[in-house]
């Protein structure tokens, strides 16, 4: 296991990182190697370390977003303000052109007298009506020329302060990457200093507790009763399904890896309905649904901070990218403590027939943690098993 999060830790470090404010930092818990706690314990202060890494990276992923789009507003300002500086360019060769023009039919007579002078006053009068022309033709270019000006110092004005927010973002992203890192160094530590004695423990123990939490959930019935999915549910479920086995990465949305929210938020995307990027958006932005009306393509969300999201797939159960060191996986729904839940296509219809997907051999297999006996570090037991 130590050495799954070591090599995820290392990916990160040299991985250039962007989501809203920082997690403030806590006091990182001692490493557990002393033989003398509880088991029960370690797993409260595993699963506390777990937590507080997918809230910084849930963070990290919010501000990655808003980054995303500040670049693409810097980007479409630079376009808008070079396209401006285009036209004014053009709008002062016209005022230029006209300025000559103007310069050289300058005869220091004005239009009446040549009129009351000319031996031809059709002529004058014609040459009077270009004149008018000439001038109305100048206050129009002199009025680009004015909005052109204006417009492109205020383009340029837009464009300096989009840059300035972007540069505090990257610095923010950086700093929440670090964060991340911090907290991901503290699982690490903890499982570093357990035996494979005591991993066994503490899976064994997470895997009860999971199971009384499920049993009380479905015996409460707060459960939804068999419903159909939407369409775009269906599809969602789907994409969901196929990506059964690949690792859990912090900040990543696939194709290869993905952190929790990543993989309900392309879940959906590939389904045609695009949904926020974050869980705590997620939970925020989408409508909320009971327990007992979830359809297959809904998002649960846990903790109270919405720090977790998983998809939910049917009869009581979740796809989910649990945390480092696990793989997605299919979970029962309590395996961790639920919020609330949300629906991403409110105006969906259920489909009248729905046959879920089938799930590959060893979907429901592995922690909902991320560690397991099979990844402990080698080392010998150095006590009995501890109760």
Known sequence: MSGMLLRLV????VAAGTVLAPVPATAAPQPAGSGERPVAELLT??????????????TYNATEERLRKQRAESERLDRALARTRLSLHGSRSAAGRLARQQYQSVTGISPYVRL??????????????????????????????????????????????ALD??????ERRKRERDE???????????????????????AELERAEVAEAQEELVASGALSSARTPSAAGDRAVRYAVEQLGKPYEWGAEGPETFDCSGLTSEAWDAAGTPIPRTSQEQWARLERVPLGELRPGDLVVYFPEATHVALYLGGGMVVQAPRPGARIKVSPI?????????RPDPGGEPLRRYVPPELPEGATEGSDEGYAPSTAPTAPDRSPPRR
């Open 334 to 342: 309590a395996a961790n403590p639920v919020l609330g839940a949300v």
């Open 180 to 202: 991340v890192r911090e907290r991901l160094r503290d699982v690490e530590e903890l499982l570093a200093s357990l035996t494979a004695g005591e991993l066994a423990e503490l």
């Open 165 to 170: 927010d972007r540069l505090a973002l990257t």
């Open 116 to 161: 009351l002078l000319a031996r031809d006053p059709q002529g004058a009068l014609d040459q009077s009506q270009v004149i008018g022309q000439l001038a109305r033709q100048r206050a129009r270019t002199v009025g680009r020329l004015t909005g052109a000006e204006k417009e492109a110092g205020e383009l340029a004005r837009r464009a300096r302060k």
């Open 45 to 58: 202060e595993l699963q506390t370390l777990y937590r507080e890494a997918e809230k910084a990276t849930e």
């Open 10 to 13: 290392c990916t990160a470090a």
